[in-house]
């Protein structure tokens, strides 16, 4: 035989036989083999085909299926009539009834089954042909649709006159390399999920015993292997499941030429259904969002397994917690997270609304189902029943939904554990559920709750690694002394979405705050952790008011101490708002931009660019860049303006143009950044954005006293504050604000060590107030008794003030309080 051009039929054997060697080759007849593709076009035409059907394969590659194979005609049923016959358009007459209406509805996609016939047809150049036929529906990847295989029996009859045609079957087609065939072979282990190659090798293998319809190809040959099927026309069909029928209500044994009937619609309900459970696979778990599984599981059942199907999860899923624990109860909760039905809409929303949570009682269905892990199949919903069910319900009425139909519950599982459960309703007019639909129930429950619980792993996973990151990441006031803040956190696209990158602003002494900008390299948990570390450590430091040079200096030998595993950057700025002064130093990070409110103009600040934390050995220099009202400070990590394959100096200009647009708020300014720089793609770090627009703090809002060393400067102090407070219109806070400068005076005068003190008064968004003295020494909140004679001074401060603190400056330390300002008229 020519390759690609003979196929091979074996006669009276069933699927997987074959005759033996020495036979072979007098138990083959040709065939032609046509595939047609899902437009219904033919895809493959073989030499068979062409000697059987009259047309070459260049006239057939292409046209559609019905205009070349005869599927209709009407001649006598003797097959000698001379009278004129419908032609096919490249010469195959019909006879009798053509290759039949099955053949018809086979090439238009209305049967999902194999089917077989027997026509004579007329080709021109030769007498009539006996031809036997059989379409088989392909399933799976490739664009072809069906498998049509059609014999001349006459060949066979010259072999032996005894053959049976009517049970003729294509025992196998000797490489037969038809499209689609290759990738049928690679991917037979997703047409049946959750298998191995050797697995799928083996199940095979036992459904072409039983003679259930399948391809399977050969490695070598690409041999598609079909039963000895038989199948018979649809009303011969029915009649005989009538019989069938019949004889089971009379309690009578199955007559014998009914029994492969039986076989026959058990193999191909079977079929069906691992078809559908294919199909379901192929349609679930398309990703790891929670909410979107939970709706395709419930999409894949309706209509085609159940009409109405209800979804319903356990607290612990919902929420997005751990593995839940235990066998479930009766008060465990239950929320139904989904409905999928076939009703009129808004049939079920009112009575069984999408996100209600309920328990189950021990005597329902539901809890059968949770409690044993396995399907709970009721026939049909009785009246008792229904009231029963509809108890739960409180006062709606849901016996009108449920009664009468049938109903399966199934439960969806991962490593054993309930995870929820799906009831599943039939509509009365519509078959009851039976055992094999429990089964089928059972085996989609499987493959829906390992999707689920995938779901459910990555979403909490998501929910760990986002509390981790927020709970590191500092919540900024949007207002601190002469200036406002705004910041945003974006995490990475890569898998774990904690990273290193943070942001972060102190309070300093003088009504200065320290900005803070970091990166850890890196991602994951250590990273985080690591950041978390030197992020304590700059606040620290901040709140000891150490230069920023010095700062990343230490912060570069508490990382030496760390470990030399990770790398850092870090830039680091103090702004002081009433001198109009940013102090800032930088180890390896991207410089900040300033956007000047003079012009609008924005630039790149050119500052020392230092080494990255955790080099060790190298110096950081800090410059001081002058400021005025109303610039902005834009302060942010690489994994903005970096993007994998496109040089950074086009991050940065992107940058630099869209921190210089106009916005209306703080909050709009930084999503016009956001949004200009992470739609270019590519991003897969995380992301820290600082924003601060620098107010200053007017010079008539400061008001600034020297005091000596002496006892009697404490009523002086009160003085000066009382006068300060009326002049701004602050009569209501010159009570409280004269007490506790009374007492930081007090203290300092009592500690200091010989040079003279400052008292500061500043107004802003509260009322500051400041006493620097030479002293190291930092007080400390004690538990005192009224009789004491000490410490009860810092306990009126913690009282009326609403908030204090102390800090080391380079001269000493800094003693404040806040107190806020009156509502405005």
């Not at 397994?305 to 235990?326: C, H, I, K, S």
């Not at 829906?448 to 690694?465: C, F, I, K, P």
């Not at 430091?541 to 912060?555: F, K, S, T, Y």
Request: glycine share 10%.
């Amino acid at each position: 035989m020519d390759r690609g051009t003979e196929t091979g039929a074996t006669p009276g054997r069933g699927a997987g036989e074959s005759a033996p060697a020495e036979h072979a080759a007098a138990g083959r007849i040709p065939l032609a083999v046509v595939v047609v593709d899902r437009e219904g076009l033919v895809s493959h035409w073989s030499r068979g085909a062409r000697r059987l059907f009259g047309a070459s394969k260049e006239q057939a590659l292409g046209q559609p299926a019905v205009d070349l194979l005869p599927v209709s005609g009407a001649l006598p049923d003797d097959g000698d009539s001379d009278g004129d016959e419908d032609a096919t358009p490249y010469g195959a007459h019909l006879a009798d009834d053509g290759l039949g209406p099955d053949l018809e509805s086979s090439l238009d996609g209305r049967l999902s089954y194999p089917a077989s016939g027997r026509a004579r047809l007329t080709v021109p150049g030769r007498d009539r042909v006996d031809v036997l036929w059989w379409a088989y529906p392909l399933v799976g990847p490739g664009h072809g649709r069906l498998l049509v295989l059609a014999a001349d029996t006459d060949v066979l009859r010259q072999e032996d006159d005894e053959i049976a045609v009517e049970r003729i079957a294509p025992g196998f087609a000797l490489h037969t390399n038809f499209p689609g065939a290759d990738e049928l072979a690679r991917r037979l282990p997703e047409i049946l999920p959750s298998m191995s190659v050797e697995e799928g090798a083996r199940i095979v293998a036992q459904i072409l015993e039983l003679g259930y319809p399948v391809l399977e190809f050969s490695q070598n040959d690409l041999v598609p292997v079909t039963p000895d099927w038989g199948v018979p026309r649809r009303a011969e069909r029915k009649a005989r499941r009538e019989r069938a029928a019949r004889a089971a209500q009379a309690g009578e044994p199955l007559p014998e030429d009914l029994k492969d009937d039986v076989q026959d619609l058990e193999y191909a309900a079977v079929r069906e259904r691992l078809e559908f459970l294919n199909d379901v696979s192929g349609r679930i778990g398309t990703s790891l969002d929670l909410s979107r599984t939970i709706i395709e599981v419930s999409k894949a059942v309706v209509p085609r397994f159940t009409d109405v199907a209800g979804t319903y999860l356990r607290e612990q899923v919902v929420a997005g917690e751990g593995f839940p624990d235990g066998v479930p109860d009766t008060t465990t909760m239950w929320h139904r997270v989904a409905l999928e039905h076939t009703d009129e809409p808004g049939r079920w929303d009112d009575v069984v609304p999408v996100g209600e949570a309920m328990p189950f009682p021990a005597h329902t269905p539901f809890f059968r189902c949770m409690t044993s892990g396995q399907p709970v199949l009721v026939p049909r919903i009785s009246e008792q029943m229904g009231h029963m069910i509809a108890s739960q319900f409180e006062k709606r009425d849901i016996r009108p939904l449920i009664t009468g139909r049938s109903m399966l519950v199934v439960p969806l599982k991962a490593r054993n554990v309930v995870l929820g459960f799906m009831i599943l309703l039939r509509h009365p007019e519509r078959v009851e559920f039976n055992d094999m639909d429990r089964v089928t129930g059972a085996e989609l429950a499987a493959r829906a709750g390992l999707v689920l619980d995938n779901a459910r792993m990555y979403t909490y996973q998501e929910s760990v690694a986002e509390t981790l990151q927020d709970s590191m990441l500092p919540h900024i006031p949007p207002r601190m002394a002469g200036c406002d803040i705004a910041t945003r956190y974006l995490p990475g696209t890569l898998l774990g979405r904690v990273g290193g990158d943070w942001f972060d602003s102190v309070k300093l002494p003088g009504a200065r705050t320290a900005l803070v900008v970091g990166d850890v390299m890196g991602h994951g948990l250590n990273s985080a952790a690591m950041m978390g570390q030197l992020r304590t450590a700059v606040q620290t430091m901040a709140a000891m008011d150490i230069p920023p040079a010095q700062l990343l200096r230490n912060l570069d030998d508490l990382a030496q101490r760390l470990g030399d595993t990770y790398l850092a950057t870090c830039l680091y700025a103090v702004y002081d708002p009433i001198a109009s002064e940013l102090h800032i130093a930088n180890a390896g990070h991207i410089p900040p931009v300033l956007v000047r409110a003079e012009d609008g103009g924005s630039e790149l600040l050119d500052l020392p660019t230092g080494a990255p934390i955790g080099v060790g050995g190298v110096p950081f220099e800090a410059v001081r860049v002058r400021v005025e009202p109303g610039d902005r400070l834009v302060m942010c990590t690489d994994g903005l303006v970096e993007v994998r394959g496109e040089d950074i100096g086009v991050g940065l200009a992107t940058l630099c143009e869209s921190a210089a647009h106009p916005a209306a708020s703080m909050d709009d300014a930084c999503d016009t950044i956001i949004r200009a720089l992470n739609t270019r793609g590519g991003r897969k770090d995380d992301v820290a954005l600082l924003l601060a627009r620098l107010n200053g703090i007017e010079p008539d809002d400061v008001a600034e006293w020297r005091l000596a060393l002496d006892p009697a400067e404490v009523g002086r102090a009160r003085a000066v504050v009382r006068e300060q407070l009326y002049d701004w219109g602050l009569d209501k806070l010159v009570d409280s604000a004269s007490l506790l400068v009374s007492e930081l005076v007090t203290n300092a005068v009592r500690h200091s060590h010989g040079r003279p003190l400052e008292l500061r008064l500043v107004r802003g968004e509260t009322l500051l107030c400041e006493v620097d003295d030479d002293d190291h020494s930092l007080p400390t909140l004690l538990d005192t008794e009224p009789t004491a004679d000490s410490g009860r001074g810092l306990r009126v401060v913690s009282t009326l003030a609403r908030e204090w603190g102390t800090s080391r400056t380079g001269a000493g330390k800094t003693v404040w309080f806040e107190l806020t300002l009156p509502r405005r008229r």
